[in-house]
């Protein structure tokens, strides 16, 4: 069997800056609810 290797990093590093994917999912949160907002004004118009 081939050795892991021991200088891997581990898969979950507490440094990490999370920044931008709050934004990111942010940005996308308020893109739904626009296109919701949207649709739902749409609706009632007709």
Known sequence: MAKKNST?????DPDINL???FISVMLLGVFILLLWFGSYALFLSR
């Open 8 to 12: 891997q990093k581990p898969s979950h």
């Open 19 to 21: 920044k931008g994917t």
